[in-house]
Nanobody
């Protein structure tokens, strides 16, 4: 299995910035989509941003111009740079990575994994 480890959440004042990171726990043969989602209390999980294998990024309207998603396939990591944070950005943020890896026995395996979630709080 591929586990994802997230970091970078925390408390920030409105207008501040945070950078989230999400790294895979093992070597990955091929990464397809990578994305960030968030879930606020009482709300459904929503897509924040995703980035394709070719590097094309897509953002939710609410974060366009403020958030930037990027990926480093060499390190099997996806990032989310969040600037100009607003109180409504507060949520638990989850990363998602899908792709292919080879097991220790050389078996090609498709995976679609989620991070454990990291809390982002925006408050003065």
């Amino acid at each position: 299995q591929v586990q994802l480890v997230e970091s970078g959440g925390g408390l920030v004042q409105p207008g501040g910035s945070l950078r989230l990171s999400c790294a895979a726990s093992r070597s990955i043969f091929s990464i397809n989509a990578m994305g960030w989602y968030r879930q606020a209390p009482g709300k459904q999980r929503e897509l924040v941003a995703d980035i394709s294998k070719g590097g094309s990024a897509h953002y939710a309207d609410s974060v366009k111009g403020r958030f930037t998603i990027s990926r480093d396939d060499a390190w099997n990591t996806v990032y989310l740079q969040m600037n100009s944070l607003k109180p409504e950005d507060a949520a638990v943020y989850y990363c998602n990575i899908a792709g292919v890896y080879f097991t220790d026995y050389g078996i090609r395996t498709i995976f679609d994994s989620w991070g454990q979630g990291t809390q982002v709080t925006v408050s003065s």
